[in-house]
């Protein structure tokens, strides 16, 4: 299993860069950073700093989306920085949540996704493409086409990441959901033609290590409200029956969701979540029971563990797990 890291960009920029030389030094493979722009700071000139603060680490937006940003503009970013990095770069995408909401504008729709990252790839692999009737290419590029991780909960979300995606974001580590999401992908994969096996799968979730169980679901209490945004949505497309409730009952109580507080410890966005929820959704308590989950996670095919590393005290967490979790589990190096 391989070990990464997502920043929230509202710390300093030294901070940022420090951070992630601490996990690449103590083995972590990947680094991750939250795509919106308006409540956050830009990711892209950070992922240059960090690109050039770091060796092997693999860096990538998890997650940008397909209209924050013309697809060539993205594409081009993307060229740059895999020239800049040699080629050590990640598209983590989906159909956008904050970056889109905050603005009052909704998610798109997956086949615009879909045809993102069609263009996407062209154009990083140096093809030519037809847009709005002129024939575009990056003359430029090295040709090497960035990972393109799809991110989704919803059948229709997953049955995409499967065909089009090199792996799949699952913002969760509940072990029996991620289950039931890899149904879907590996549905999507064969659909494509496509060995399901070779698709990586990201879990994604903050973690607090610690034996005061109230201390640590404070912590983390702000992802379970994160996550209910994306819930909420599938509530609206979806039958009861086509979703699981173990996804879908927490947001009964949910009240109004303010972006401004988005992954806030001590949000009131998330006065509405439970400890139940916390305890399937993150990961908390003891360094034992943290490799004990990650053990299950690993059983239901998770290939990368994702510490979204922004609940407090961020260089004691990956001191943690340095030293406690990522040599139990052999985190192999990128070549």
């Known amino acids: 299993m391989d070990f990464g890291i997502t920043i929230k960009p509202d710390i300093s920029i030294e901070r940022i860069v420090a951070l992630c030389r601490q996990a690449e030094a103590g083995g972590f493979t990947y680094g991750w950073m939250f795509d919106s722009h308006v409540i956050w700071m830009d990711p892209f000139p950070l992922l240059t700093l960090i690109a050039a603060n770091t060796r092997k680490m693999h860096l990538g937006t998890c997650v940008t989306n397909p209209a924050v ?67 575009t290419s990056l003359v430029w590029t090295s040709g090497k086409v960035p990972g393109i991780w799809i991110a989704g909960y919803g059948p229709k979300a997953l049955r995409t990441a499967g065909r089009i995606g090199d792996g799949v974001i699952l913002q969760f580590a509940d072990p029996d959901l991620i289950d039931w999401c890899m149904g879907f992908v590996r549905e999507g994969a064969k659909e494509a033609g496509r060995d399901p096996g070779k698709i990586e799968v990201m879990a994604a979730a903050p973690v607090w290590v ?65 400890d139940e929820v916390i305890d399937r959704f993150c990961l908390i308590g003891p360094i034992e029971e943290h490799r004990k989950k990650l053990d299950r996670l690993r ?37």
């Open 69 to 135: 940003r013309d697809v060539t503009v993205s594409a081009s970013l993307f060229a740059t920085l895999n020239q800049f990095s040699n080629g050590r770069m990640e598209l983590g995408i989906g159909r956008g949540d904050s970056s889109r909401r905050v603005l009052g504008k909704k998610p798109t729709t997956l086949e615009t996704l879909a045809e993102f990252v069609h263009i996407f790839k062209e154009l990083n692999a140096g093809k030519t493409v037809e847009l709005d009737g002129v024939p």
């Open 210 to 274: 610690s034996s005061d169980l109230k201390v640590a679901r404070d912590h983390v209490r702000w992802f379970p409200a994160l996550v209910s945004n994306h819930v909420m949505d599938l509530i609206s497309k979806y039958k009861p029956e086509e979703l699981p409730p173990a996804l879908t009952s927490f947001v009964q109580n949910r009240g109004s969701y303010d972006y401004h507080h988005h992954c806030e410890v001590g949000s009131d966005n998330a006065n509405f979540v439970s």
């Open 299 to 335: 059983q239901v095919g998770v290939t990368q563990f994702n510490i979204y590393l922004m609940s407090g005290d961020e260089e004691k967490t990956l001191d943690v797990y340095a030293r406690d979790v990522l040599p139990h589990f052999h985190a192999k190096v990128p070549s």
